[in-house]
């Protein structure tokens, strides 16, 4: 089990509570996925650029197109760089993935007896145990990336979003990569908050003009 496939499982097992946004999801698992990169010795971190290394040898069909993707001539691509190219569609990627391979269903039910709805449900898989026991645990990386894009459950976290600090208690690099995370998630959040913004000067000064 990569950290990628661990996050995104969490985050459906974790959406009772305020929906996790695709986009700050995206940018999660792109760099879960550096980090399953570093452990397989497929690239290093260096300063804030990715540097490729072999091939790994995986079954993941998205680790794997990961790694492809990497840009393999100097001076490489900032960890920021990889977060919103690879990053762009990725939550997605991972649903019809573990959809194709029936770990995920669409539950569909109907409401007031005319309009049908879907809510995506987790099966009971191995995969799913070990993510759920690697939640429990409160493992430090899978943590930190939950908590950049919202997912706690009632844990205490700081005003950064870390539920703790991680310093002490993973390497530079990693920590490199979780950093540029939260900047990304941080980013694209103000992002939206200002198109909603100026949708609502657009509307104030369309009542003002009489429309």
Known sequence: ???????????????????????????????????????????????????????????????????????????????ADWLWRRGRGLAAAYLADLEAEGQIIQERHRRWKVFQSSRTVLTDSPDRRRAASRWASDEPVLAALAAAVGIQDGRTGDDDGRTEDTSDTVSDAVETVLTEVEDAVAELVAERQRRVWRREEAAEENRRRGY
Do not use: C, H, N, Q
């Open 1 to 79: 089990m990569t950290i990628s496939r661990d996050l995104f499982l969490v985050s459906v097992d974790m959406s009772t509570g305020r929906p996790v946004e695709r986009g700050e999801l995206s940018l999660a698992l792109a760099g879960a996925e550096v980090i399953d990169l570093m452990d397989a010795r497929a690239v290093l971190v260096e300063d804030d650029r990715l540097v490729p290394g072999d091939r790994p040898a995986t079954t993941d069909r998205l680790l794997a197109e990961a790694a492809s993707s990497l840009v393999r001539r100097a001076p490489y691509e900032t960890v």
